[in-house]
């Protein structure tokens, strides 16, 4: 199964271009990290991207929280991800028609498909949003250096999603014409998706706590990796509330990093 493959032999399956550069640099960066940067002011987010920058993959963020939104705060986080070698996913969950998540990708303030590299959408409306997504780019070069996530599972409780939406969103993943633009499924359960070139990413990882207050459901990095087919581990407050969040960055790096390699060990 794909769980047992290295990242390395899963960047040679893999039909989409930004696909293939993740899992090159999760095997070469030596981590399945992604830091999910929740914080509402991009100093602070400029300065946990700096300090957490070298043991991430992919620094995960949610634009339409940040307070003082500036183009320079993105050329400073693209600064960043260049000098420390990560990824930027905008976690934008797009969850309309085509046209319109097609405006929403590329329009308005934040102009999302002009530095993120990779972004989440819902499949709720069908495959038409990967089409939509694809349409606000400017050609077949451009698509090549962008991609999506979509969702197939989440991690709160009570959530509407059942089995047969998970397999129509992993069909949705692989058809012909998506392929080349959908990087990886975000769900909990290995039994997601077959297909080694796509990449897991598995938020609702926490070394210490099983539950927030509003129905957020974490599991530990080794259960994650081990247990649910996670590629990379998101984690969020485990970082952000942490004392020292450099040392924390580097203990859920090092933690998931050896139960990927315990996983394709045996
Ligand atoms: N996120 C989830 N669960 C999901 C999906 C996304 O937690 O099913 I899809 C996001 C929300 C937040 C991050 O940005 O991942 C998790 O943050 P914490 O580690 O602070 O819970």
Redesign the pocket.
Known sequence: SRTKLTYESRANLAKSSIAKRLFNLMATKQTNLCL?A?LTKSDEILDIADKCGPYICLL?T?VDIVEDFSESFISNLQALATRHNFLIME?RKFVDIGNTVSLQYSKGVYKISNWADLV?AHTLPGRSIVQGLKAALDGEAAVKERGVFL?AE???SGNLIDDKYKESSNKIATEGSNVDFVAGI?CQSANCFAFPGLVQLT????IDESV?KLG?QYQSPEHAVKERGADIG?????I?QAGNVQQAAINYRDRLWAAYTDRIAK
Request: zero cysteines; charged letters at 25%; proline letters at 4%.
């Open positions: 999910a929740d995960k949610h976690d989440t969702l989440m991690s709160s975000v938020p609702g990882i926490k927030d957020q998101v984690v969020g407050r485990g952000l």
